[in-house]
């Protein structure tokens, strides 16, 4: 019941449960062939969602919101996203009403590790 789809390949592309790129998804939804594939969409989880920021990729993630089907339901996934009120805000004036719910507990610790050749 689940595929996958990575753009160059896919296995059981037409599973009701599909983890694909957001650059993938975004190309669905501009595609016209794809449109009715995405009819009933009930949910699309964004991983990675403070890459929203980034100069290069954000704008992939930007879009794939804007024009994510009205009725589908949105999680967006980030362990460090800075603004995430002042996200909520404009996912508000796209989607409707939208919470945040954060946490400070990290399962696997954030740690910092450098190392040199030089002593």
Known sequence: ??????????????APLVVMTTEVFRNMLYDDDNLESLR???????????????????????????????????????????????????????HGPTDVIESQFRPVPLEYYYASTHT
């Not at 019941?1 to 037409?14: A, M």
């Not at 704008?59 to 009205?70: A, F, G």
């Not at 999680?75 to 995430?84: E, F, P, Q, R």
Request: proline share 3%; with cysteine.
């Open 1 to 14: 019941n689940v595929g996958l789809s990575t753009g160059d390949s896919g296995i059981n592309r037409e």
């Open 40 to 94: 009933g969409l009930y949910a699309v989880v964004f991983d990675e969602f403070h890459f929203m920021n980034d100069p290069q990729r954000g704008t992939v993630w930007e879009e794939s919101l804007i024009s994510c089907p009205m009725e589908s339901r949105i999680l967006a996934l980030s362990a460090t996203i800075a603004n995430a009120r002042q996200l909520k805000g404009w996912i508000d004036s796209i």
